[in-house]
């Protein structure tokens, strides 16, 4: 005996992520923009940091592009054997932006070690004005995902990017300006370093949000105690047991759980009243895609353990 929000597959809005898709493509189209900007950049003024910042838009631009083919592939249909679909996709293209994060900021730092024994000769005036353009074309994709990335792994993966992108802009700039200033060249190394490090907490906590939901963690903001309460609160409920949530993609909350009833409430009410006052109370106070209720009486749990766990 069950019910449901939904019955597998993606909602008809689409996930979690389908509304900014528009605002990603926007991004990539910024980003690749600025990759080309930014390599010109290095090859004229030899800049170890403008290179990094670059190295860090290439990973934005290929992770955007992966995020973008994520929403494509999570609001395809459920099929016979994908019952959800494709929606964790979008987990995925997270967990690979994590990835790129990490192995670009690993590379960054391996030839900032190198460069620091022998500084290259940076020209400060030309790699300001590359970092300000830099800087204010990563603010507005900033400003586009912002609102996203609240809502979304597959979107915030995106956002890191993105800001990783603002942060090493932001570092170019003010290496730029202190080499002009004191002339210390390797200002510009030290600038790469705090590229590479400055991004990796917020990569490595977004990474751990995804591995949770590939390894079906109860989503953060749903309180297994509250939703067991609320379960037996409704009338006619005596226990449950086998209570699970988890996450498909983001937006996507899952629930089933074996619900113990009273035999006269099924004997004199049915199941109807009972599953309806159950996807109710979940409804109106948590906040779950799709609930899958089995509703029994007292002792066939006992009998379920050999045949079905």
Partial sequence: MGAGHQH????????????????????????????????VGAWLTGS??????????????????????????ANRPASGRRTFGFARVEILAALF?????????????????ERFQDPADVPGGTTVVI??????????????????QKESLNVRGAF??????????????????????????????IASLVIALMIVPRTVKLAREALDVLLEAAPKDVDLDEVRRHILAVDGVEAL?????????????VLSVH????????????????LHDLRDCLG?????????????????AEHEARVCH
Avoid at 30 to 39: D, E, K, S, Y
Avoid at 99 to 111: F, N
Avoid at 140 to 148: A, E, T
Avoid at 259 to 274: H, S
């Fill in 160 to 189: 890191l990017e993105v800001l990783a992108d603002t942060l090493g802009s932001l570092a170019v700039v003010v290496a730029a300006v202190v080499i002009i200033v004191t002339g210390w060249t390797r200002a510009d190394v």
């Fill in 241 to 253: 047991h086998d209570l699970h949530v988890w996450t498909i993609t983001s937006g996507m909350p």
């Fill in 284 to 300: 109106t106070h948590f906040d779950v895609e799709h609930c899958t209720f089995q509703l029994e009486p007292h002792g066939h």
């Fill in 259 to 274: 619900v113990v009833v009273d035999e006269v409430v099924l004997d004199t009410e049915g199941n109807e009243r009972v």
């Fill in 97 to 113: 932006n994590c990835l790129l994060l990490l192995g670009v900021g690993g590379y960054i730092l391996v030839e900032a070690v």
């Fill in 48 to 73: 170890l940091a403008l290179l990094a910042d670059a190295g860090h838009v290439a990973t934005d631009a290929t992770g955007i592009a992966v995020a973008l083919a994520a929403i494509h592939f």
């Fill in 131 to 148: 970092g300000l353009v830099g800087l204010a074309l990563n603010c507005v994709s900033l400003s586009l995902l912002m609102r996203g």
């Fill in 8 to 39: 597998g597959g993606p909602p008809p809005e689409g996930t979690a992520s389908t509304a900014y898709r528009g605002r990603l493509l926007t991004a990539l189209l910024i980003a690749v923009t600025l990759l080309g900007v930014q390599v």
